[in-house]
């Protein structure tokens, strides 16, 4: 069983940046796609970025190409989602999600992931 512990939402004005973090008890971190995703009320869950386990290939929506970047630390066990110039369209909680040995063909599915965390609440205000 892999827990999941999002941190680092929270309220930024539009053209701000926040940095999420998950960080991940699992041993074998490498072997693991992770992803993020995020909800918006009344929404359903999206993909928003994700890096693969093998060769950390990463794919982005198109709604946050060029403003938010996945990254990962195997050594802290740690996913990261730097955002950048956000919009007042991101506000959402986000989701960190993980799949062992899931490959980049599925990787942008909610149901290719069978772990995730409780979920951070990002609120940009314009």
């Known amino acids: 069983q892999v827990q999941l512990v999002e941190s680092g939402g929270g309220l930024v004005q539009a053209g701000g940046s926040l940095r999420l973090s998950c960080a991940a008890s699992?041993?074998?971190?490498?072997?693991?796609?992770m992803g993020w995703f995020r909800q918006a009320p009344g929404k359903e869950r999206e993909f928003v970025a994700t890096?693969?386990?093998?060769?950390?290939?990463?794919y982005y929506a198109d709604s946050v190409q060029g403003r938010f970047t996945i990254s990962r630390d195997n050594a802290k066990n740690t996913v990261y989602l730097q955002m950048n110039s956000l919009k007042p369209e991101d506000t959402a909680v986000y989701y960190c999600?993980?799949?062992?040995?899931?490959?980049?063909?599925?990787?942008?599915?909610?149901?290719?992931?069978?772990?995730w965390g409780q979920g951070t609440q990002v609120t940009v205000s314009s």
């Open positions: 999600a993980a799949s062992r040995f899931l490959t980049s063909n599925s990787a942008h599915r909610v149901g290719s992931y069978d772990n």
């Open positions: 699992v041993r074998a971190f490498s072997t693991y796609t």
């Open positions: 890096i693969t386990w093998s060769g950390g290939t990463l």
